[in-house]
Protein backbone atom coordinates (compact mmCIF):
# COMPACT_ATOMS: atom_id res chain seq x y z
CA UNK A 1 0.00 0.00 0.00
CA UNK A 2 1.34 4.03 -0.78
CA UNK A 3 2.59 5.63 2.06
CA UNK A 4 4.02 8.78 2.87
CA UNK A 5 7.90 8.11 4.09
CA UNK A 6 9.90 10.28 7.18
CA UNK A 7 12.54 12.95 5.65
CA UNK A 8 15.36 10.20 6.02
CA UNK A 9 13.45 7.28 4.06
CA UNK A 10 11.89 10.41 1.47
CA UNK A 11 15.75 11.60 0.77
CA UNK A 12 16.88 7.82 0.55
CA UNK A 13 14.17 7.12 -2.03
CA UNK A 14 15.03 10.25 -4.05
CA UNK A 15 18.76 10.00 -4.05
CA UNK A 16 18.00 6.20 -5.41
CA UNK A 17 16.18 7.71 -8.21
CA UNK A 18 18.57 10.09 -8.87
CA UNK A 19 16.81 12.85 -7.36
CA UNK A 20 18.80 15.42 -4.98
CA UNK A 21 17.59 14.85 -1.52
CA UNK A 22 16.13 18.53 -1.33
CA UNK A 23 13.46 17.92 -4.44
CA UNK A 24 10.32 18.88 -2.90
CA UNK A 25 6.75 19.38 -3.99
CA UNK A 26 6.66 23.03 -3.40
CA UNK A 27 9.75 23.29 -5.34
CA UNK A 28 7.63 21.82 -8.59
CA UNK A 29 4.63 23.63 -7.28
CA UNK A 30 6.45 27.13 -8.06
CA UNK A 31 8.30 26.10 -11.03
CA UNK A 32 5.13 24.82 -12.43
CA UNK A 33 3.05 28.06 -11.65
CA UNK A 34 6.15 30.35 -12.70
CA UNK A 35 6.89 28.89 -16.55
CA UNK A 36 4.69 25.98 -18.01
CA UNK A 37 6.07 22.93 -17.71
CA UNK A 38 9.37 23.51 -15.59
CA UNK A 39 7.41 21.99 -12.67
CA UNK A 40 7.08 18.93 -14.98
CA UNK A 41 10.97 19.68 -15.92
CA UNK A 42 12.08 19.64 -12.31
CA UNK A 43 10.25 16.19 -12.16
CA UNK A 44 12.41 15.27 -15.10
CA UNK A 45 9.03 14.03 -16.44
CA UNK A 46 9.84 14.88 -20.30
CA UNK A 47 7.18 13.27 -21.81
CA UNK A 48 5.23 15.92 -20.37
CA UNK A 49 6.18 18.94 -21.78
CA UNK A 50 4.98 18.65 -25.38
CA UNK A 51 1.48 18.01 -23.98
CA UNK A 52 1.62 20.67 -22.24
CA UNK A 53 2.87 23.23 -24.54
CA UNK A 54 0.55 22.07 -27.04
CA UNK A 55 -2.81 22.40 -24.87
CA UNK A 56 -1.62 26.15 -23.84
CA UNK A 57 -0.75 27.36 -27.47
CA UNK A 58 -4.06 25.66 -28.53
CA UNK A 59 -5.69 27.53 -26.11
CA UNK A 60 -3.82 30.69 -26.68
CA UNK A 61 -4.49 30.35 -30.61
CA UNK A 62 -8.20 29.93 -29.70
CA UNK A 63 -8.14 33.10 -27.85
CA UNK A 64 -6.15 35.21 -30.56
CA UNK A 65 -9.09 33.84 -33.40
CA UNK A 66 -11.86 34.71 -31.06
CA UNK A 67 -11.00 37.83 -30.24
CA UNK A 68 -10.45 38.72 -33.96
CA UNK A 69 -13.96 37.54 -34.73
CA UNK A 70 -15.41 38.91 -31.85
CA UNK A 71 -13.77 42.37 -32.79
CA UNK A 72 -14.90 41.80 -36.27
CA UNK A 73 -18.43 41.54 -35.92
CA UNK A 74 -18.28 44.55 -32.99
CA UNK A 75 -16.90 46.95 -35.80
CA UNK A 76 -19.29 46.03 -38.21
CA UNK A 77 -22.27 46.59 -35.73
CA UNK A 78 -20.51 49.95 -34.85
CA UNK A 79 -20.42 50.78 -38.84
CA UNK A 80 -24.38 49.57 -38.82
CA UNK A 81 -25.29 51.95 -36.23
CA UNK A 82 -23.47 55.13 -37.61
CA UNK A 83 -25.04 53.97 -40.94
CA UNK A 84 -29.08 54.20 -39.49
CA UNK A 85 -28.18 57.21 -37.80
CA UNK A 86 -26.80 58.87 -40.58
CA UNK A 87 -30.26 57.71 -41.99
CA UNK A 88 -32.42 59.06 -39.44
CA UNK A 89 -30.41 62.44 -38.53
CA UNK A 90 -28.04 63.12 -41.70
CA UNK A 91 -24.90 63.84 -42.09
CA UNK A 92 -21.58 61.13 -42.69
CA UNK A 93 -21.24 57.66 -40.47
CA UNK A 94 -19.25 58.58 -37.73
CA UNK A 95 -17.95 54.76 -38.26
CA UNK A 96 -17.51 54.78 -42.21
CA UNK A 97 -13.36 53.89 -41.51
CA UNK A 98 -15.20 50.68 -40.32
CA UNK A 99 -16.61 49.99 -43.82
CA UNK A 100 -13.92 47.16 -44.51
CA UNK A 101 -14.74 45.53 -41.41
CA UNK A 102 -18.78 45.48 -41.95
CA UNK A 103 -17.94 43.84 -45.91
CA UNK A 104 -15.52 41.22 -44.06
CA UNK A 105 -18.23 40.56 -41.53
CA UNK A 106 -21.13 39.91 -44.22
CA UNK A 107 -18.42 37.42 -46.05
CA UNK A 108 -18.10 35.34 -43.47
CA UNK A 109 -21.72 35.48 -43.07
CA UNK A 110 -21.78 34.01 -46.60
CA UNK A 111 -23.01 37.24 -48.22
CA UNK A 112 -21.72 40.09 -50.74
CA UNK A 113 -21.00 42.78 -49.76
CA UNK A 114 -22.26 44.53 -52.59
CA UNK A 115 -25.60 43.02 -52.36
CA UNK A 116 -26.05 42.51 -49.23
CA UNK A 117 -27.40 44.45 -46.43
CA UNK A 118 -26.91 42.71 -42.91
CA UNK A 119 -28.49 43.96 -40.04
CA UNK A 120 -27.54 45.16 -36.55
CA UNK A 121 -29.37 42.00 -34.66
CA UNK A 122 -27.01 39.42 -36.64
CA UNK A 123 -23.73 41.32 -36.79
CA UNK A 124 -24.58 41.40 -32.28
CA UNK A 125 -25.95 38.14 -32.53
CA UNK A 126 -22.65 37.12 -34.03
CA UNK A 127 -20.76 39.34 -31.58
CA UNK A 128 -22.35 38.00 -28.54
CA UNK A 129 -21.46 34.33 -29.06
CA UNK A 130 -17.41 35.06 -30.34
CA UNK A 131 -17.36 36.72 -26.80
CA UNK A 132 -19.00 34.22 -25.25
CA UNK A 133 -16.70 31.20 -26.97
CA UNK A 134 -13.47 33.69 -26.23
CA UNK A 135 -14.22 34.34 -22.20
CA UNK A 136 -14.44 30.45 -22.41
CA UNK A 137 -11.18 29.35 -23.95
CA UNK A 138 -9.90 31.52 -21.59
CA UNK A 139 -11.22 30.09 -18.45
CA UNK A 140 -10.49 26.29 -20.33
CA UNK A 141 -6.97 27.72 -20.72
CA UNK A 142 -6.68 28.96 -17.21
CA UNK A 143 -8.40 25.99 -15.98
CA UNK A 144 -5.79 23.66 -18.21
CA UNK A 145 -3.00 25.68 -16.84
CA UNK A 146 -3.90 25.01 -13.33
CA UNK A 147 -3.77 21.42 -13.81
CA UNK A 148 -0.27 21.52 -15.10
CA UNK A 149 0.76 23.13 -11.85
CA UNK A 150 -1.32 20.39 -9.64
CA UNK A 151 0.33 17.41 -11.72
CA UNK A 152 3.90 19.24 -11.31
CA UNK A 153 3.02 19.31 -7.12
CA UNK A 154 1.51 15.83 -6.79
CA UNK A 155 3.95 14.41 -9.38
CA UNK A 156 6.79 15.13 -6.81
CA UNK A 157 4.88 13.81 -4.21
CA UNK A 158 4.59 10.42 -5.55
CA UNK A 159 8.38 10.57 -6.08
CA UNK A 160 9.00 9.95 -2.59
CA UNK A 161 6.05 7.71 -1.78
CA UNK A 162 6.33 3.40 -1.41
CA UNK A 163 4.57 1.38 -4.04
CA UNK A 164 6.62 -1.45 -3.66
CA UNK A 165 3.52 -3.51 -1.67
CA UNK A 166 1.40 -3.27 -4.84
CA UNK A 167 2.35 -6.06 -8.17
CA UNK A 168 0.43 -5.47 -10.95
CA UNK A 169 0.68 -8.77 -13.69
CA UNK A 170 -1.46 -8.83 -17.06
CA UNK A 171 -0.91 -12.23 -18.95
CA UNK A 172 -3.12 -14.21 -21.47
CA UNK A 173 -5.64 -16.72 -20.13
CA UNK A 174 -7.44 -19.70 -21.69
CA UNK A 175 -10.35 -17.19 -22.54
CA UNK A 176 -13.55 -18.22 -20.86
CA UNK A 177 -16.74 -16.87 -22.36
CA UNK A 178 -17.95 -15.16 -18.94
CA UNK A 179 -16.34 -12.87 -16.73
CA UNK A 180 -15.45 -14.25 -13.50
CA UNK A 181 -13.92 -13.12 -9.70
CA UNK A 182 -11.98 -15.66 -7.73
CA UNK A 183 -11.08 -14.00 -4.28
CA UNK A 184 -8.44 -16.33 -2.38
CA UNK A 185 -7.49 -15.83 1.19
CA UNK A 186 -7.61 -11.68 2.28
CA UNK A 187 -6.77 -10.77 5.97
CA UNK A 188 -5.07 -7.83 6.29
CA UNK A 189 -4.71 -7.60 9.63
CA UNK A 190 -2.59 -11.03 9.86
CA UNK A 191 -0.47 -9.96 6.83
CA UNK A 192 -1.12 -12.68 4.57
CA UNK A 193 -0.74 -11.94 0.72
CA UNK A 194 -4.52 -10.85 -0.94
CA UNK A 195 -4.80 -11.62 -4.65
CA UNK A 196 -7.80 -10.92 -7.02
CA UNK A 197 -8.19 -12.88 -10.11
CA UNK A 198 -10.77 -11.37 -12.97
CA UNK A 199 -10.46 -13.83 -16.11
CA UNK A 200 -11.93 -12.74 -19.18
CA UNK A 201 -11.52 -13.73 -23.28
CA UNK A 202 -8.03 -13.66 -23.63
CA UNK A 203 -6.68 -11.77 -20.52
CA UNK A 204 -5.85 -12.39 -17.57
CA UNK A 205 -5.47 -9.58 -14.71
CA UNK A 206 -3.81 -10.63 -11.45
CA UNK A 207 -2.85 -8.16 -8.46
CA UNK A 208 -1.50 -8.59 -5.30
CA UNK A 209 -1.52 -6.62 -1.99
CA UNK A 210 0.73 -6.83 0.52
Known amino acids: ?29 WRAAAVP ?5 YNRQYYKLPFAYAGLAGGGYAIYTLTQRYRLFRDANLYVIGRNRAEENGGGNPYEQLKSEYDEAVVRLGGNPETSNVGGRQ ?27 LDAYVSAHLLSFDVGGVALEVRPSGGEPVLAGR ?7 LGETSSWNFNG ?3 RLHMRFR
Open 201 to 203: IGI
Open 1 to 29: MASAQPDSVRASILEEQGFPPDHSPRGAL
Open 123 to 149: LRDERDQYRRWRDLSILGTGLFYALTI
Open 37 to 41: GWGQF
Open 183 to 189: HKSFDRA
